[in-house]
């Protein structure tokens, strides 16, 4: 893999290079990354995709699976890795939170209004004497 680094020091691939051999037939290249927000980081981080990432060249495809990739390691990452920048397809969805408090307020909402016409209809109607 190639790397860039621009100003900000946020780095992004350049190209995948690749040497393998399939049922012994050697295969060899290289990728251009044509997107530049795909495998990037910012400066002191590393890059993770749970989901697969793919790559196509003329002679093969690549597929990443649950990738996590660093390309400039840092001294206080001591051999690890350091704090991911999740690709966009990782990050958690608000849709289901704001969908079920929206329900939970419709619920209150109807609940309330029930509660304010009973109690209104039940003072109109006079107790009787006994």
Known sequence: MRFSRNASGNWQTLSLDYDFTVNEKALSGSMNVTDN???????????????????????ARIDFDN??????????????????????EDKPSNVIPVAVGCSLA????IVLVVYIVMRKRDKSVPYQQV
């Open 106 to 109: 419709a619920i209150v909402l």
């Open 37 to 59: 927000s795909l495998l990037a980081g910012s400066s002191g981080h590393s890059y993770s995709c749970q989901r697969t990432e793919e790559f196509e060249a003329k002679d």
């Open 67 to 88: 990738l996590k990739l660093q390309p400039i390691p840092s001294v206080k990452s001591a051999g690890g890795f350091d704090k991911a920048d999740i690709c966009p």
